[in-house]
């Protein structure tokens, strides 16, 4: 079994930072990509960024230049550094990560941002 726990949402006011995390734990062979997504109220849930097996990075254009995804293989853990918040980036933000090509959600962590 497998199993992830996000760490890290909260309330944050414009222009601040916050960064979350991802740890997976069970049995653990390859993890092929590690992804996190977010869901607003009353949208579809987004692509917010990737990291690939190789270390490649892909990111929506709405996060370009304010977040960064980074992962720590030794730890099955990937993270996403957030700053320069905005409004908009105020959702669900869920990891997904690609296991031995079995895909494995998180829980999901709240994040707002608001004066």
């Known amino acids: 079994q497998v199993q992830l726990v996000e760490s890290g949402g909260g309330l944050v006011q414009p222009g601040g930072s916050l960064r979350l995390s991802c740890a997976a734990s069970g049995s653990i062979f390859n993890i092929y990509a590690m992804v996190w997504y977010r869901q607003a109220p009353g949208k579809q849930r987004e692509l917010v960024a990737i990291?690939?097996?190789?270390?490649?990075?892909v990111y929506a254009d709405s996060v370009k230049g304010r977040f960064t995804i980074s992962r720590d293989s030794a730890k099955n853990t990937v993270n996403l550094q957030m700053n320069s918040l905005e409004p908009e980036d105020t959702a669900v933000y869920y990891c997904y990560l690609d296991i031995s090509r079995r895909p494995y959600w998180g829980q999901g962590t709240q994040v707002t941002v608001s004066s």
């Open positions: 990291i690939r097996i190789g270390g490649s990075t």
